[in-house]
C-alpha cells in the first residue's frame, strides 16, 4: 500500500503542467524545466529487509540519492536512530553490489575514529610475521567506485574528518601518507559522500567547514504509515504521534521510539503478546525517560500495565 501511495503521488506531480517562467527572457531555473526522477521502486537491502521509497521534495529517495551520486553532490541525512538513515543509504546503492564488491562502502563512527580507520592500516600475518596493508572503507569505495557512507558522522573528532575534506572538494585522487609505497588512487564518478547522524546524541558535532562541504542536507523522520502496513499496532503509532506532537510544542524532550523499535515491538507482540512487547519497550526506554512512557502507554487498554520487562519468581514448571 505504501508503495502505491508513492508512485500515485509521483505520477500525480509529473502530470502537473510545468509553471511559466517568471520572465520571458530569462532561462527556466533546473527544477522548473528537468522532470521529476524516475522512480526506482521498492529495494531489498542486504540483510533482506524490503525498503519501501519515500517523498523527498517532490522526488523519490532513492532515485535522489543516486542522482547526487551522479553529480558527485555529497548529502548529509539527520534523524534519530532507528528512523532508517542507514536503511535509505543501503537501500539506493544495493543494485549497484557485485559479487565480492559491496555497492556501498560503511565506517561507523565513534569519538575514537581514526584517520587509519578511514584509510587502512599495516597488520601483522599470524603466520609469517609480515606486515601487509589491509585497506580502510574509505581507500575501498575510491578503489571501487562507490559511495562511502560515514554513519554517526557527528561523534568522529572534526579533525579526522579532514581525511574527507580534499576528495569532496574535488581533489581527482586519494594519497595514502602512511603507506608511500601506494600510488595515488584515481578518484571516479561513482564515488561520493553520504554522512548521517543524530545532532541530538551527547557529543554530537559537525564543524562548518565540513557542513559547507555537503551540498545538500535533509532530516529523516519515521514513516508511520509505512509502520502500520508493516504491521505496528495503531495504538502504539498513536501514543509515539502523541509523544512527537508534545516534543514539538517543546513539552517532552525524551525518548521516543523509532521505527527500528516499532518494528521490534509488532515482532514481539506477534511471537510474545501486547503485553510483554510494552514491557520489553520500556526497558529499552532510557532510565530518566521511562516514567513519561509509561503514562503514555498506558493511556492504551492493551498496555494499561506496562511496566519495564523484570524477572519475577521462579516458573512453576522448573525443576529443583
Same mark, same amino acid.
Given at each position: 500500500m505504501h508503495a502505491q501511495r508513492i508512485k500515485r503521488k509521483l505520477m500525480e506531480e509529473a502530470s502537473r503542467p510545468p509553471?511559466?517562467?517568471?520572465?520571458?527572457?530569462?532561462?527556466? $531555473?533546473? $527544477?522548473? *524545466?528537468?522532470?521529476?526522477?524516475?522512480?526506482?521502486?521498492?529495494?531489498?537491502?542486504?540483510?533482506?529487509?524490503?525498503?519501501?521509497?519515500?517523498?523527498?521534495?517532490?522526488?523519490?529517495?532513492?532515485?535522489?540519492?543516486?542522482?547526487?551520486?551522479?553529480?558527485?553532490?555529497?548529502?548529509?541525512?539527520?534523524?534519530?536512530?532507528?528512523s532508517g538513515k542507514t536503511a535509505l543509504a543501503e537501500a539506493a546503492f544495493v543494485m549497484d553490489a557485485k559479487p565480492g564488491v559491496p555497492g556501498l562502502e560503511t565506517i561507523v563512527g565513534t569519538a575514537d575514529t581514526t584517520e587509519s580507520d578511514f584509510l587502512g592500516t599495516f597488520v601483522q600475518d599470524p603466520v609469517t610475521g609480515n606486515f601487509e596493508w589491509l585497506p580502510g572503507p574509505l581507500m575501498r569505495s575510491v578503489l571501487n567506485d562507490v559511495p562511502l557512507l560515514v554513519d554517526e558522522i557527528a561523534l568522529i573528532d572534526p579533525r579526522v574528518l579532514t581525511v574527507l575534506y580534499a576528495l569532496m572538494d574535488?581533489?581527482?585522487?586519494?594519497?595514502?601518507?602512511? @603507506?608511500?609505497?601506494?600510488?595515488?588512487?584515481?578518484?571516479?564518478?561513482?564515488?561520493?559522500?553520504?554522512? *548521517?547522524? @543524530?545532532?541530538?546524541?551527547?557529543?554530537?558535532?559537525? $564543524?562548518?567547514?565540513?557542513?559547507s562541504r555537503f551540498h545538500h542536507h535533509f532530516e529523516i523522520t519515521t514513516d508511520w504509515d509505512l509502520a502500520a502496513d508493516m504491521g505496528v499496532p495503531m495504538d502504539l503509532i498513536t501514543v509515539i504521534k502523541n509523544l512527537e506532537t508534545r516534543k514539538s510544542k517543546h513539552t517532552y524532550e525524551g525518548w521516543i521510539p523509532q521505527m527500528r523499535?516499532?518494528?521490534?515491538?509488532?515482532?514481539?507482540?506477534?511471537?510474545?503478546?501486547?503485553?510483554?512487547?510494552?514491557? $520489553?519497550?520500556?526497558?529499552?526506554?532510557?532510565?530518566?525517560?521511562?516514567?513519561?512512557?509509561?503514562?503514555?502507554?498506558?493511556?492504551?487498554?492493551?498496555? *494499561?500495565?506496562?511496566?519495564?520487562?523484570?524477572?519475577?519468581?521462579?516458573s512453576k514448571g522448573s525443576s529443583r
Open positions: 509553471a511559466p517562467p517568471t520572465h520571458p527572457s530569462r532561462p527556466r $531555473s533546473r $527544477s522548473a *524545466a528537468t522532470p521529476l526522477l524516475t522512480p526506482i521502486g521498492p529495494q531489498t537491502r542486504p540483510n533482506g529487509q524490503t525498503y519501501e521509497p519515500r517523498l523527498l521534495g517532490g522526488m523519490e529517495d532513492l532515485a535522489f540519492l543516486r542522482d547526487a551520486r551522479d553529480h558527485t553532490e555529497h548529502v548529509l541525512m539527520t534523524g534519530p536512530p532507528g574535488g581533489r581527482g585522487e586519494l594519497r595514502i601518507p602512511m @603507506n608511500p609505497a601506494l600510488e595515488p588512487i584515481k578518484v571516479g564518478p561513482g564515488w561520493f559522500v553520504i554522512g *548521517a547522524c @543524530n545532532p541530538d546524541v551527547p557529543g554530537a558535532h559537525l $564543524s562548518d567547514a565540513l557542513l523499535d516499532a518494528l521490534a515491538f509488532a515482532e514481539a507482540a506477534r511471537r510474545y503478546g501486547t503485553a510483554f512487547a510494552a514491557h $520489553s519497550l520500556l526497558r529499552k526506554c532510557p532510565a530518566a525517560d521511562r516514567d513519561e512512557l509509561a503514562k503514555a502507554l498506558r493511556t492504551k487498554a492493551d498496555y *494499561a500495565d506496562a511496566a519495564p520487562l523484570a524477572l519475577g519468581e521462579r
